[in-house]
DNA sequence: CGCTTGGTTGACTACTATCAATTTGCGTGG
DNA sequence: CCACGCAAATTGATAGTAGTCAACCAAGCG
């Protein structure tokens, strides 16, 4: 099936044997494609699956009175979006597609079943909910600490990241179909002023984004800017 | 032993069984008093132990390139403050207390054991956990979308139902270590300013604070102005 | 080819940081 | 008990950064 290939792909996979990989594998019901900007689940409300992505671009969000969003995760292929729900049973937040997607939904029994059975896997299941935690931390790192422009950079050094766990990205280029709308509401800014802090990347050569696709000029300058250090993910080891 | 008699205290707690409890309680390896501002743990070094805070208060953060602090975390008595870094193995973070405390030291190994032969309780620390990437998201949240305002409120609100969950709160008073500038790292602002927010607090007649001291004037206004649902904090459930 | 969504720019406003000076509270030692 | 010293809290003046509002442009789609 190899619906898991990518995931943890680069981060402690090896842990993995071959045989907790198949009862993972085993443990999928449905695979399934949804169309961009698709909601999947929605916060407070009981969930009883998890939902795997495999091709595409999810966030995670939250509303504030107005109805403004604030985004708290953005994931892509390999990620396990919601498996945190399977312990909490409920989400505190909703969770929409940005692009495009392919998505795994495994039950929470299935998961009960992996649980009791396999330590192993158990252990790389929380870890990999725990990844996310740390995204969290580096996210309000960025919110508190880090200016307008740094902000930017840094989300994008955090995607490029990601991406490139999953060979998704070269290390210069790869595609994403968020919006400046979307990244002002992962930054906590408006969009006008992200298209501001996106002209100024561009004109001092760092990177450029248009139609979906992002360039870094300069890879080591951008992380420099956005004081972005990427062992939070975990990545090679 | 009873060290653990506010672990997942009103949240979930009855999922443990005494067996489980007892094991949990056996785990611990040593109890310590910690003074105050002393530090617990550093960022990436490979960790063998948890912290679990039976007295006190705790934080984990992040420094910027300046050396200017970043809270992620607070955490009262009841938390497990770093069991994230049993799966992980090292931190992403520093952690340090900010009043005097009363730790208790779980090892590893001693977690191993409870993984491979208590699938319950296994999944109850994992619940742990997530309740502090819950709060991260709220974190996340309360930087990216409210004003200064509604942040230093939305703060003392959390640490308010935190403290209430494990009795250390009724509800209008309660003590709390913390300086204005610990406030402002944890809310992304100058000290400057967290003192002018809580002047405006006080002035609106909400809450006010002194030598440690913190006074709910008026919980469901300061709820209301700072958007705060205590619901992500999974309490009575 | 007009419509709609997303991107771009300018002018102005509002919020928060910065810098600097005082004040207050409290522990220590005379 | 009082004087000193330090850390924390408070206040004022000023600067800088990001938000708001509004208009306009560009690209993709039916």
Redesign the pocket.
């Given at each position: 099936m190899a619906i898991f290939n990518d995931f943890l792909r680069d981060r402690r996979r090896d842990e993995l044997s071959s045989e907790d990989l198949q009862a993972l594998e085993a443990s999928v019901h449905a695979v399934q494609n949804v169309p961009a900007?698709h909601s999947l689940a929605i916060s407070k409300q009981p969930i009883g699956v998890s939902t795997y992505l495999i091709e595409g671009f999810i966030c995670r969000y939250m509303d504030d009175r107005e109805g403004v969003r604030q985004l708290v995760a953005v994931h892509v292929a390999g990620d396990f979006v919601d498996l945190h729900g399977y312990p909490l049973k409920r989400l505190d937040h909703d969770v929409a597609t940005l692009g495009p997607c392919r998505i795994a939904l495994v039950r929470h029994e299935a998961i009960d079943q992996l649980v009791r059975d396999r330590p192993n896997l158990t252990k790389l299941l929380w870890f990999s909910t725990l990844l996310d935690a740390a995204m969290h931390r580096e996210w309000i790192f960025r919110l508190g600490r880090?200016?307008?422009?740094?902000?930017v950079g840094h989300f994008f050094c955090e995607i490029e990241a990601k991406l490139r766990a999953v060979e998704l990205s070269d290390g210069r280029q790869f595609s994403c179909p968020?919006?400046?709308?979307?990244?002002?509401e992962a930054c906590?800014?408006?969009?006008?002023?992200?298209?501001?802090?996106?002209?100024e990347l561009?004109e001092r050569g760092l990177m450029h984004?248009?139609?979906?696709r992002v360039t870094i000029l300069d890879l080591p300058a951008l992380r420099r800017l956005s004081e972005f250090d990427p062992s939070y993910l975990f990545i090679g080891e």
């Open positions: 900007r880090l200016d307008a422009v740094a902000r968020l919006t400046q709308a979307d990244i002002g906590g800014m408006t969009s006008v002023h992200i298209n501001r802090m996106l002209k561009r984004m248009q139609r979906g």
